[in-house]
């Protein structure tokens, strides 16, 4: 069974604070992995899709990488606006590759 | 229309009664699916959609809950003698099955079922 991990579950940055999310994951053939933002109230807002181990993808002061086991948002100098929680999920390879399992996020809050 | 569209955005439904959840997919998108998040925890698969089959309902949590799609367009939500349990966040989101990007998703209908 797919399985994705986030962590933490909360964190608390300052305003210009640079830090990083947690997603570490275990799949039988990894056909993507997905950051997905989402604020209160809205639903998930898609970030970044990322294929394959060594591939980055940036967006504003957002980083995302991919290991075999593992992917890390990276927030650079992090701003209110930031704030959110940020969701992980996979996408396996086989029958079922139309299906995302999701960790259960961390919610990010970043004061000024 | 520009974006996923579901409603009601809210619904406060009695023990017992039944309610129906809206999602009007992205124009031209034939895949549609439905996720229901929960207070502390990730988003679950409920069923997926394409066209107007689903060839995957195996998320659907009892025989209370059901889904349709018509005109591989708006799909209807069902959820038979709500129970306390059934409160949760329901999304639905949709894309262009073939390509392998992320979904869109819509706003969700926050159910609370008292």
């Known amino acids: 069974e797919d399985q994705v991990t986030q962590s933490p579950e909360a964190l608390r940055l300052q305003e210009g604070e640079s830090s990083s999310l947690n997603c570490s994951y275990t799949?039988?053939?990894?056909?993507?992995l997905f950051w997905y933002r989402q604020d209160p109230g809205k639903g998930p807002e898609f970030l970044f899709t990322?294929?394959?181990a060594g591939e980055e993808k940036e967006k504003e002061r957002l980083k995302a990488t991919l290991t075999k086991k593992e992917s890390f948002l990276h927030i650079t100098a992090p701003k209110p606006e930031d704030s959110a929680t940020y969701l992980c999920a996979v996408q396996a390879q086989g029958g079922s590759n139309y299906k995302l399992t999701f960790g259960k996020g961390t919610l990010l809050t970043v004061n000024p | 229309g520009a974006g996923v569209s579901q409603s009601p955005s809210n619904k406060v439904t009695e023990k017992g009664k039944d309610v129906e959840l809206r999602c009007d997919p992205i124009?031209?998108?034939?895949?549609l699916y439905w996720y229901r998040q929960s207070l502390g925890q990730g988003l679950e698969f409920l069923i997926y959609f394409q066209g107007n089959s689903a060839p995957d309902k195996s998320g659907l949590p009892s025989d209370r809950f059901s889904a349709e799609r018509t005109g591989g367009s708006v799909s209807t939500l069902t959820i038979q003698r709500t129970q306390q349990e059934d409160s949760a966040v329901y999304l639905c989101?949709?894309?262009?099955?073939?390509?392998?990007?992320?979904?869109?998703f819509g706003s969700g209908t926050r159910l609370t079922v008292v």
């Open positions: 124009s031209g998108h034939t895949a």
């Open positions: 799949v039988s053939g990894l056909r993507g």
């Open positions: 990322l294929y394959s």
């Open positions: 989101a949709s894309n262009a099955a073939r390509k392998l990007y992320g979904y869109t």
